[in-house]
């Protein structure tokens, strides 16, 4: 079994590769779980519900022109695609692409301690199905 140090994610918010900002992302996938249980049953029964998915991005800020406070402020309330791979090189069986449309609902261009490294919390939240490919690209 191969394991890896995750440490060069790839990131792109509609046509701009906001990668070298990331200091931490996150994909997460999963679906309702809906209580089936009937009289009778002597144990609880689950059925699978609507999926759901998001991102979690940490970024070191920048203020740059096509970096991060100009690609996101943007965006608050919209629908944009994205893309996230665990590694930032090609897609292929060993490093899926996962792909949607998302909505980013707040982005704090600000926050921290006198002393802190200035970054950006944000959470992108589903505004389509989430797709998973391993074709070579």
């Not at 992302?25 to 002597?42: I, N, Q, R």
């Amino acid at each position: 079994m191969a394991t890896e140090v995750y440490k060069n994610a790839f990131l792109q918010i509609g046509t701009t590769n906001l990668s070298a900002h990331i200091a931490s992302l996150s994909l997460t996938y999963e679906a309702e779980s809906l209580d089936e249980t009937a009289m009778g049953d002597d144990s609880r029964v689950r059925k699978g519900g609507l999926k759901n998915w998001g991102v979690d991005v940490t970024f070191n800020q920048d203020f740059a022109s096509g970096a991060v406070d100009a690609t996101l402020f943007g965006i608050v309330g919209c629908q944009s695609c994205i893309e996230v791979r665990p590694k930032n090189v090609c897609s292929t069986v060993i490093n899926p692409r996962y792909q949607s449309t998302a909505m980013l609902q707040s982005y704090p261009p600000m926050s921290g301690n006198v002393g802190d490294l200035l970054q950006a919390a944000v959470r992108f939240e589903p505004a389509g199905d989430l797709s998973r490919n391993t074709a070579a690209t």
